[in-house]
């Protein structure tokens, strides 16, 4: 047995109905332009080349795929009007779904109005160096009032008899003065007084 004859018997071809079937039912899975040579090895050489070029000619003559020459080349291609129909999706469902993605935009950008409106306070508010700075200066100034009040709380005596001594003085000093000046007022009168006043 030569190693040619070995290789023969090992390769399973197929033939007749079964090639043909083969081969159309890969055109329409893919659907797409093919030649038999593409055709023959995408199948794994499970249909010869020149079996491949016999069933798309009669395909095409029976006109379930169509032929293009390219030059010396032929390709073959699945007829698109006689292709199962898909699933169709109706105008309706189409606009619901559009109204529903919209509406769920809209939700969204408000929801993204909001946040941005919250981030925009929270960069608007002071930094942490900031307050801890500021907060620093109260306390200083916190620390100084203290210090200002606790001898008032210890009930020093601020002013020193001397002083006590001296306002008691200019106050008995102006008492007279205003005592003097009405005696004055009671003997001329209102309008004699006021007379004396214009005449200096």
Known sequence: MSLATT???RLQTSKGQDAEEQVYSYMKLCNRPYGAADVSANLLNSVTKANAQKILHGLADKGLIIEKVYGKTSYFVT?????????????????MEINDLSSEQSRLSMILKSLSDELNAVRACRKTDQ?????????????ALIAALT???????????????????NRNYWLGEQSGRRKV??????HDFLSLVTLY
């Open 79 to 95: 007829r698109q009007d006689t292709r199962e129909p898909k699933d169709t999706i109706s105008k309706e469902k189409l606009e």
């Open 151 to 169: 001898p008032l709380r210890a009930q020093v005596n601020w002013v020193s008899e001397d002083d006590v001594q001296r306002i008691q003085h």
């Open 131 to 143: 307050v801890t700075l500021e907060n620093c200066g109260m306390q200083k100034q916190c620390g």
């Open 7 to 9: 290789n023969e018997d």
């Open 185 to 190: 007022f009671d003997m001329y009168g209102p």
